[in-house]
């Protein structure tokens, strides 16, 4: 079956054009992004800080294959599938730390490094090799603490198409940074709703008028860096004149940060599904992890490097805590992001015109647009 109608391709709009509510409501070419994007190309997983101690695990779904980041004792943070080789259950839900998981179906028990160590019974099978039956490994790269994986046999290094955002990262030793996952629900939206909501922040004037808009207003929002496989906007404090050149480094712990960066951060979005705004004063991290067409299980991390003065990490926002703070924004994003679920519905959600702070979603679909079609 071709799943490429001529509508796919027709309804692709042109730069710094919305894309239409048929490719995001259209469950065909949600199947084309899970082949394209999700099979033969990196995406994200978890924050290395998810599984920091050995023993931990963490299970997530992504685009239909259940999949379990592990921390085994040899120290080696692994993606697994955590499909059951014997009838395909699968060995473990949530997160935790153990050493092994048995399988609640017929008790097949496996090592955190994907090996098979137990079959009950199995010893009466002749043709069965145990050794033949450890959970499959997944092809990963861990780029800056940031767990990416792929299907593909022969992928493009991740490294190389993000090297240029390396520049900007490294000073923030991320691979060091501790992470807290504070949100984790699956939402009734398409993943691209969600990317796209975190991806720009000209929305503050609307969506978090009465939150995010206070301390960093759209009218501050700058472009920053876009490649091939990120985009970044800044967001200028309320405080600070917008685009203005601080001098001087920022010393948080050990990390020394150049004053600009340390003080206003940036966003950045790595397509297809993470997004990581980070300052001196701590990082927010979101994967957007496609279930269906129109449901999406969106994860949110709190980083700290270790060094970095917890006081200073758990700044207030107001009246708020830190953690009430991102309650009440977040809030607000889920609000708008299963609200325009429903609306992209309609025969008239065929795309309208980008503000210039929303232009790094031009880089995102033109990113969509090369691995589908
Ligand atoms: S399906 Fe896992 S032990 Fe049978
Ligand atoms: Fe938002």
């Known amino acids: 079956m071709n799943l490429i109608t001529p509508n796919h391709l027709t309804l692709w709009p042109e730069e710094g054009q919305a894309l239409p509510g048929h490719f995001y409501v259209n469950e065909q070419f949600y199947e084309l992004e899970r082949r394209g994007l999700f099979t033969d190309d990196w995406f994200f997983v978890a924050p290395v800080g998810e599984v920091g101690k050995p023993g931990d695990y963490s299970s997530i779904d992504i685009a239909g294959e259940p999949l379990l980041v592990t921390h085994a004792k040899d120290g080696v943070i692994r993606v697994l599938s955590r499909v059951c080789r014997h009838r395909h259950f699968n060995v473990i839900e949530g997160r935790g730390n153990k050493n092994s998981f048995t399988c609640p179906y017929h008790s097949w028990t496996y090592k955190s490094d994907g090996i098979l160590i137990g079959a009950p019974m199995m010893d009466q099978v002749p043709s069965f090799d145990k050794k033949k039956c450890g959970l499959p490994s997944i092809k990963t790269e861990i780029w800056n603490g940031l767990i990416f994986c792929t299907f593909a046999a022969d992928p493009q290094p991740l490294e190389d198409q ?4 390396g520049q900007r990262l490294d000073p923030y030793r991320l691979g060091e940074w501790e992470a807290e996952l504070v949100f984790n629900e699956a939402i009734d939206c398409n993943w691209k709703v969600v990317v796209e909501n975190a991806s720009e922040s000209y929305h503050h004037i609307g969506a978090h008028k009465d939150s995010l808009e206070a301390f ?20 200028w404090p309320v405080n600070l ?16 940060i150049p004053e600009t960066e340390a003080s206003v951060g940036g966003t950045t979005t790595i397509f297809p ?51 009430e703070f991102l309650e009440k924004f977040n809030g607000e994003d889920l609000v708008i992001v299963q609200g325009l679920q429903k609306a992209l519905k309609s025969r008239f959600a065929d795309g309208g015109t980008f503000h210039t702070t929303e232009v790094g979603l031009t880089a995102f679909y033109d990113f969509i647009k090369g691995r589908v079609f």
């Open 241 to 256: 004149e917008p685009g203005v050149e601080l001098s001087g480094t920022r010393e948080t712990g050990i990390l020394r």
């Open 162 to 165: 993000l090297k240029k955002l």
């Open 216 to 235: 960093t207003p759209a009218k501050n929002v700058r472009m920053g860096e876009t490649g091939s496989r990120f985009s970044t906007h800044h967001l």
């Open 273 to 323: 599904n993470m997004i990581i705004a980070v300052s001196a004063e701590g990082a927010l991290l979101a994967g957007v992890f496609p279930q269906a067409h129109d449901n999406t299980v969106f994860r949110l991390w709190t980083l700290r490097h270790p060094s970095m003065p917890v006081e200073r990490y758990k700044q207030r926002a107001g009246k708020l805590s830190a953690r």
